[in-house]
């Protein structure tokens, strides 16, 4: 197991890739907005996770923040792999193979908490409802009664506390209840703990806005599923909401879509042989999770590897064995090879990671997603009226030029279905955002030239218009300005 968690560490070593934590950032020190309208109401659901990241952020920005996500990650596969034995060198080059073609889902993001949650649930919550005949065995025993009677109430002052934590940290913490209650059924239902599990449920309720933050889970559900006309588009527009199947079938992210695929069926095939088990059933749930939507993903890998291998032996990622060589390989090769082939395999992903780091900026902030430069000559250079921006770089522009109200960011949840198909409608059809741009006193757009560059025929048409003019320019993004007569 150590070879999974020092290689979860450096794997999570890459700027911050996922630009929603910029909007995070602006959020811990002013909740901010676009100045387009917003859904109401406004829950702002991460706002313990905000707090958290900025703290870091403050103290070492980017570099330390990297840190800081990679140290949790490991935490988390250390939680949920804790009691797993993994002695073969085989199954543990598999594993190291899996996460790097996966390392960039180790993001700092609001799941990521989540997880850790999950992981500190997964090895109390068994110990916690443990089985009838099992406290009857405690309770018997008069001198051990006390003290599990003060360790058992630790407990359950520790998970209430998480979850009341949790609340405010992602609106996935409806995971921790639905959690308890598969543990609590595979342990067998008492009217003492089915209360505590209705109390994790009704945690969100003690909070200033309780009510919202007891809904959101549902809102994030519709999104997720598209159950409603509005969500349908958010669920079959945005990538990360589309399933890995749609992907492939794209073929966008061959790859990872393509595993994302096998790991999921390979993993509710190993839950179905083992349904009388909770954690087999919270392994075919993150599962189908993740065939659902490729966000999801990450939820499921590290039940795979605490689950997953345990239940299906033959998947050959873990053995109890101290024989390196697999079983059902045929015995044509001297022993050594069974550790020299799995040596060089980790030996060769490791190269491939080291050689990744030298096309990482020092900063740690991936400049290619987010208008570092420009966002640097916007501060320079203000303007009198409003920005169009792209959705990416909404919110590193909120964090580091506050006075400049953005378009648009990464929380697509505050916007209505008709306001996003408007906002990609201006890519296919500039002339409309010419229009709208004049009635709404837009006077400057900041747009990608080559990651995520949807705009090229809005870039084209602003270009060609008198009324536009290009203020910046470098080789990944571009300022344009309304030209004044």
Known sequence: MFLIIVSVVLFAVFPLTDTDIWWHLACARKWVTTWTPVREPV???????????AIVYDVGGAPLLVAFKAVLWSLVFALFLRGVKCRNLTSSAIAVVILFIFRYQLEIRPVLFSLLFLGIYWNVLPWLFRSRNEMRGLCANRVAKPHNVVKTAGAAVLILAIQWLWCKFQGLYILGPIFALLILWANGWSRRWGAFVVLLFAMPLLHRDGLNLFLYPFGLLDRLLGLSPSAAFFASEIAENRSPITLLLNC?????????????????????????R????????????????????????????????KCWPRLCLCKKSH????????????????????????????????????????????????PVAATQWMLENP?????????????????????????????????????????LQYAES??????????????????????????????????????????????LFVVMDRTAH
């Not at 959705?391 to 990464?410: E, K, V, W």
Request: hydrophobic share 45%; charged share 20%; proline share 4%.
């Open 43 to 53: 829950v702002n659901v991460h706002e313990y996770f905000q707090q958290v990241v």
């Open 252 to 276: 966008e992210n061959v790859l990872q879509s393509s595993m994302m695929i096998l790991l999921s069926l390979a993993g509710i095939v190993a839950s179905v042989r083992h349904l009388c």
């Open 278 to 309: 909770s954690e087999s059933v919270w392994l075919l749930t993150t599962a189908i999770l993740a065939l659902v939507a490729e966000r999801n993903f990450v939820l499921f890998l590290p039940v795979f590897f605490a689950v997953g291998i």
């Open 323 to 370: 024989d390196v060589r697999p079983s059902r390989l045929p015995n044509r090769l001297p022993p050594a090879a069974y550790r020299l082939l799995p040596t060089l395999l980790i030996a060769f992903t490791l190269g491939l990671w080291a050689k990744s780091l030298a096309f990482y900026d020092r900063s740690m902030v991936a400049y290619q997603r987010v």
């Open 383 to 423: 303007h009198s009226g409003r920005l169009f921006n792209d959705d990416r770089a909404g919110g590193y522009l909120a964090f580091m030029n506050p006075s400049d109200s953005t378009f648009i960011d990464g929380r697509f949840i505050l916007k209505t279905a008709e306001f996003f198909e408007k906002y």
């Open 430 to 475: 500039p002339q409309t955002f010419l229009h709208d741009a004049d009635s709404l006193d837009i006077d400057r757009v900041v747009l990608p030239l080559r990651y995520y560059a949807r705009w090229d025929k809005l870039l084209g048409t602003l270009d060609s218009s008198e009324k536009w003019h290009v203020a910046y320019r470098d080789s």
